[in-house]
């Protein structure tokens, strides 16, 4: 089982970027599909971004353009670059981890396949 921490959440001004990191300790990554999700006060998680063990990408409609999920090169750690931030992006960010290849844009919005989460980094937009 794998412990996925995410790094990289803080306060940021509307219009501002973060880049949020998710690593596994002593784990690589590359067998596993990774997501990102998120959860506001009072709101469901909903799926961010995905990306796949062939590195078939796919985003919310909300944060498409905005958002960009990436592997470094030695696939020990997965990044979601957040650019043009908007209030309503401020939430608790979590990577998780789906031992499996499939390229399935379910993977997105389904939280089933994940095994393994990470306890979750704040994200608040805010002026």
């Known amino acids: 089982q794998l412990s996925l921490v995410e790094s990289g959440g803080g306060l940021v001004q509307p219009g501002g970027s973060l880049r949020l990191s998710c690593s596994a300790s002593?784990?690589?990554?590359?067998?596993?599909?990774i997501g990102w999700f998120r959860q506001a006060p009072g709101k469901e998680r909903e799926g961010v971004s995905c990306?796949?063990?062939?590195?078939?990408?796919f985003y919310a409609e909300s944060v498409k353009g905005r958002f960009t999920i990436s592997r470094d090169s030695a696939k020990i750690t997965v990044y979601l670059q957040m650019n043009s931030l908007k209030p309503d992006d401020t939430a608790v960010y979590y990577c998780?981890?789906?031992?499996?290849?499939?390229?399935?844009?379910?993977?997105?919005?389904?939280?089933?396949?994940?095994?393994?989460w990470g306890r979750g980094t704040q994200v608040t937009v805010s002026s």
């Open positions: 002593g784990f690589g990554l590359a067998d596993y599909a």
């Open positions: 998780a981890a789906a031992y499996l290849d499939d390229t399935d844009e379910r993977l997105l919005t389904n939280p089933g396949p994940y095994d393994d």
């Open positions: 990306i796949t063990v062939d590195g078939t990408t």
